[in-house]
């Protein structure tokens, strides 16, 4: 009998969480229980992980927090990683074959827990030296070179790292002294079952919003920060208040900038065409999307957001909607002729083509290409090639990026 794959998985994140897509829970869901064993340290919500999967968990390590708007506190945030040094400490002497992390700040506690036979595994997703600065943590402008130094040694700790897009894998290669062969091209995907195509608008969710069938619709949905240029579209609703433009925008962010949008939409009179709320249920995204004749990721250009995947995009294309997003490589190189593109940025270049596409035409065959395109980042597809990658590197096997064709 082939002795099973020992795996650790661990982050100060909800690692096993069933309200929102994260990989690690659905790394363990598709995983074969005759072939891996796995353990899990992470922060969890009562309601999830633990016993619906028990029967293929080695053990299970649960950590309490009180505080889970923890992102944008820096004494929340350390007091999470310490809390999961302690729980690792606890589990030093096990024998682990793939050690995988989901932070290159954790990737000293990955060291300090392998063994001869160990291979470290890091899902790299964001720099913390970038988003130190962006989420306007203590002392962010002077702290970035130490902290972007550090980063640069922690990775040398990995054995293989795994990145969203072929333009990650450049950079940390040409800049990072990353050798190629251990970087491993795997977008994170998503669950594609929940977004059904819906070939007309949902009329129950325009009706909640007071809006019409003949109105164009303006989406955006994801993160909200002043990375994400809000403010530009907030202009745009302002200048052309007087036409049929509606603008919904859901999602989350730092409270005191959500304010500042809400503040300007009181100023400038635009309740009646712009509507900002939190996320909605992962399972009828689709139905918001629907109602958008444009989807918009308008991002500020930053080291971390030129490189890494856009997942609200793939929302977008799953819809088969006309989508408007920055030229960013990471962005460009996963969805490249199935967007349209901001190579300025700046807020004319956002008119001038939000009004081209407003106006744009789109047949259904073309909307079919579209979404086609949004089907090849199905998470099953990409769980069983990390699955495959995971039991490549215990054998020692060659390694492939994820297959993409644009």
């Known amino acids: 009998m082939q002795k099973k794959i020992n795996c650790l998985l661990f982050s100060d994140f909800e690692i096993p969480s069933y309200k929102r897509i994260y990989r690690g829970v659905l790394l363990i869901d598709s995983a074969n229980v005759e072939k891996y064993n796995f353990t899990t340290v992470s922060p969890y919500t009562k309601d999830t992980f633990i016993n619906k999967k028990a029967n293929i968990q080695k053990k299970y390590f649960k950590l309490f927090f009180k505080n889970h708007n923890f992102q944008y506190s820096f004494i929340s945030r350390t007091e999470r990683i310490i809390k999961l040094f302690f729980t690792l400490f606890k589990i030093r002497h096990l024998d682990f074959d793939i050690i995988y992390v989901g932070g290159s700040y954790l990737l000293p506690f990955a060291k300090f827990l392998k ?21 306007q943590m203590p002392f962010g402008k002077y702290l970035k070179n130490i902290i972007r130094c550090l980063e640069k040694k922690f990775l040398s700790y990995a054995d293989f790292i795994t990145v969203d897009t072929y333009a990650y894998k450049d950079l940390l290669v040409k800049n990072y002294n990353i050798k190629e062969e251990k970087c491993i091209v795997l977008p994170n995907g998503i669950d594609v079952k929940k977004f059904p195509y819906l070939k007309n608008k949902d009329k129950k969710i325009l009706e909640s919003y007071g809006f019409k069938e003949e109105d164009k619709v303006i989406f955006y949905g994801g993160d909200i920060s002043h990375v994400d240029n809000i403010e530009m579209i907030l202009e745009f609703a302002n200048e052309y208040k007087t036409k049929n433009f509606k603008f919904l925008i859901i999602g989350k962010g730092n409270n005191k900038y959500l304010e500042k949008l809400k503040d300007y939409i009181s100023k400038n009179n635009l309740k009646n065409n712009v509507v900002i709320e939190g996320f909605k249920p992962y399972d009828d995204l689709y139905k918001y999307i629907s109602i958008a004749d444009v989807c918009l990721a308008p991002f500020k250009i930053t080291e971390t957001t030129n490189v890494t995947e856009s997942s609200k995009i793939i929302t977008y294309l799953l819809s088969g909607k006309k ?14 002729k199935y967007i349209y593109y901001l190579d300025k940025g700046d807020y ?5 083509k939000l009004l081209k596409l407003l106006k744009k035409k789109i047949t259904e065959n073309e909307k079919e290409v579209i979404r086609n395109h949004g089907l090849k980042f199905d998470f099953n597809l990409i769980i069983k090639q990390e699955l495959k990658l995971i039991e490549d590197i215990t054998l020692g096997s060659k390694i492939k990026d994820y297959n993409l064709k644009i």
């Open 323 to 336: 989508i408007l997003a920055t030229r960013a490589k990471g962005v460009e190189s996963l969805y490249g």
């Open 348 to 352: 004319t270049e956002f008119k001038d």
């Open 115 to 135: 063994k001869t036979n160990s291979k470290i595994i890091i899902n790299l997703c964001d720099f913390y030296s970038d988003l130190y600065v962006e989420y």
